[in-house]
Each structure stands twice: as structure tokens, then as C-alpha cells.
T-cell receptor, first 113, second 114 residues
Framework: KAGVTQTPRYLIKTRGQQVTLSCSPISGHRSVSWYQQTPGQGLQFLFE???????NKGNFPGRFSGRQFSNSRSEMNVSTLELGDSALYLC????????????FGQGTRLTVV | AQKITQTQPGMFVQEKEAVTLDCTYD???????LFWYKQPSSGEMIFLIY??????QNATEGRYSLNFQKARKSANLVISASQLGDSAMYFC???????????FGSGTQLTVLP
């Protein structure tokens, strides 16, 4: 059974641009969460989606947005990129929210120059 | 926001020995979960083990076990018979709130020595 797939794995963007990252959860999983990991702030929760609805959102500016499609695949978008957005973006999938197992993808490493 | 403390930023252990990684948290929730993840240098977060706050038994998963002390709000990960491939960053992540989102500690970098 395939794991969580995040694309692309690496991305370089320029300040001011926007970017879209994709996450395909494990087959049958309907909950997807996104996290940002930086050396300074560690792992921080961005948002969670379940059945195409955002259930929860972390403390990030409105430039960070996401959505989930009917097949449970999720995308996150960052507009007007800043240097500080450079990070590893990880998504996690679980059968349902609050499940006892949450599996992560390999992440997308975004570099903003 | 919940505070998670992993007091050991770095640890070394000899191959084949056991090692304990500490984690304390300050949740006010009555019901919560506690996850441990391993992150090798490749970046992927690998799920290791889960403990529910109402589980009576400490969780075990192969060479991984949890020393869960609910009253002390402590959930230490024990790795038995360490292997070179265990060298990685280890994160403790309790759930928070009714949405039970994961909140991560700062991690412990474990190095297994041959």
C-alpha cells in the first residue's frame, strides 16, 4: 500500500511569488494535516482537512491557505512568498481526525530566494 | 499553547544498548494521545508508537516502548538494542484540544555509536 506522497520534493521560488504544494494521503485516509518545519521554530501546525473541510488552523498568516479535494488529496498554497517561508513542509494523513496513527510524507523542501 | 519539553537535545548510545528519550508535556486535557516520531536526515517523519491517555498498559511496538506516567505528564521513549539505523532526530508529540492536533517538542538527536 502506497504511503503519503508529497510533490514536489524540492522547490526554489523567488520572494513575492506564490507556490502550491500537493499531498496525496494513504488510500482510504480522509484526514490530512500540514506542518511547517524550520530550524528556528521547529514543527508548527498549519491546518487540518477532513472530508474537504478545514477543521483546524494554526497560527499562520492568511498567505497560507489550503484545500482538500473529494479524493482526499490536499494542496497548500503560500502567496507572496517571504524568505522566512523557507522550510520543510510536511503533510500527515490518518483515517479520520484524532486517529491513533498519523503517517507523514517525505516533505517538500521550499527555498525562497 | 501546550508546552512539550524534550530535555536532551543530543544523546549518544552504544550499539546494542538501550536508551531512554525523555518527554514531558503540560496538557490540561483529560483525554489525549501521545505520539513519537523519528526523523532521519532524509526528512521524512516516521511514526514509531502511540499511547492513549486512558490506555492502562504502556504501549510497545517492537524495540520501542513507552514509559507513560500520566500523573507526571511524562512519556519517555525506550529503544532497546539500539541499531546504527536508529540514529535520527526523535520527536514527542502529544495531541492538543478537542481537535487533537499534534504539538511537537524540539526533538532529541540520537546518535548510535558502533
Amino acid at each position: 500500500k502506497a504511503g503519503v506522497t508529497q510533490t514536489p520534493r524540492y522547490l526554489i521560488k523567488t520572494r513575492g511569488q506564490q507556490v502550491t504544494l500537493s499531498c496525496s494521503p494513504i488510500s482510504g485516509h480522509r484526514s490530512v494535516s500540514w506542518y511547517q518545519q524550520t530550524p528556528g521554530q521547529g514543527l508548527q501546525f498549519l491546518f487540518e482537512y477532513f472530508s474537504e473541510t478545514q477543521r483546524n488552523k494554526g497560527n499562520f498568516p492568511g498567505r497560507f491557505s489550503g484545500r482538500q479535494f473529494s479524493n482526499s488529496r490536499s494542496e497548500m498554497n503560500v502567496s507572496t512568498l517571504e524568505l522566512g517561508d523557507s522550510a520543510l513542509y510536511l503533510c500527515a494523513s490518518s483515517l479520520v481526525p484524532s486517529n491513533t496513527e498519523a503517517f507523514f510524507g517525505q516533505g517538500t523542501r521550499l527555498t525562497v530566494v | 499553547a501546550q508546552k512539550i519539553t524534550q530535555t536532551q537535545p543530543g544523546m549518544f548510545v552504544q550499539e546494542k544498548e538501550a536508551v531512554t528519550l525523555d518527554c514531558t508535556y503540560d496538557t490540561s486535557d483529560q483525554s489525549y494521545g501521545l505520539f513519537w516520531y523519528k526523523q532521519p536526515s532524509s526528512g521524512e517523519m516516521i511514526f514509531l508508537i502511540y499511547q492513549g491517555s486512558y490506555d492502562e498498559q504502556n504501549a510497545t511496538e517492537g524495540r520501542y516502548s513507552l514509559n507513560f506516567q500520566k500523573a507526571r505528564k511524562s512519556a519517555n521513549l525506550v529503544i532497546s538494542a539500539s541499531q546504527l539505523g536508529d540514529s535520527a532526530m526523535y520527536f514527542c508529540a502529544p495531541t492538543s484540544g478537542s481537535a487533537r492536533q499534534l504539538t511537537f517538542g524540539s526533538g532529541t538527536q540520537l546518535t548510535v555509536l558502533p
